[in-house]
Nanobody, 127 residues
Framework: QVQLVESGGGLVQAGGSLRLSCAASGVTFTDYAIGWFRQAPGRERELVARISKSGTSTLYTAAMKGRFTISRDDAKNTAYLLMNGLNSEDTAVYYC????????????????????WGQGTQVTVSS
């Protein structure tokens, strides 16, 4: 049974940092690319960052590039999202998700590409 469990969310002041973790079980972790998504109230879920199965390729949404860093530790079956320079616009529920195979490039940002999801962790940035 595949399980993804996020942790590390919380309340942080504007300008602060958080590191989210996504622990995977029930899978061969290196068979899966990992994506971090977020959903703010009243908004659609959006891709924040993605890391390939090998860890050699990363993708960021433009608003997060330079502030957020995605990484993975295959020995720990865990992916991370380091978030710096947080602002109120970053307040959302953050989800990690996993997909296997090699999707078409134009579908990497599509949440339907990802077959497994965690339960989400709340990040709240106070101004």
């Amino acid at each position: 049974q595949v399980q993804l469990v996020e942790s590390g969310g919380g309340l942080v002041q504007a300008g602060g940092s958080l590191r989210l973790s996504c622990a995977a079980s029930g899978v061969t972790f290196t068979d899966y690319a990992i994506g971090w998504f977020r959903q703010a109230p009243g908004r659609e879920r959006e891709l924040v960052a993605r890391i390939s199965k090998s860890g050699t390729s990363t993708l960021y949404t433009a608003a997060m590039k330079g502030r957020f860093t995605i990484s993975r530790d295959d020995a720990k079956n865990t992916a991370y999202l380091l978030m710096n320079g947080l602002n109120s616009e970053d307040t959302a529920v953050y989800y990690c998700a996993a997909h296997s195979g090699v999707p078409r490039p134009q579908t990497i940002r599509d949440q339907n590409t990802y077959g497994y999801w965690g339960q989400g962790t709340q990040v709240t940035v106070s101004s």
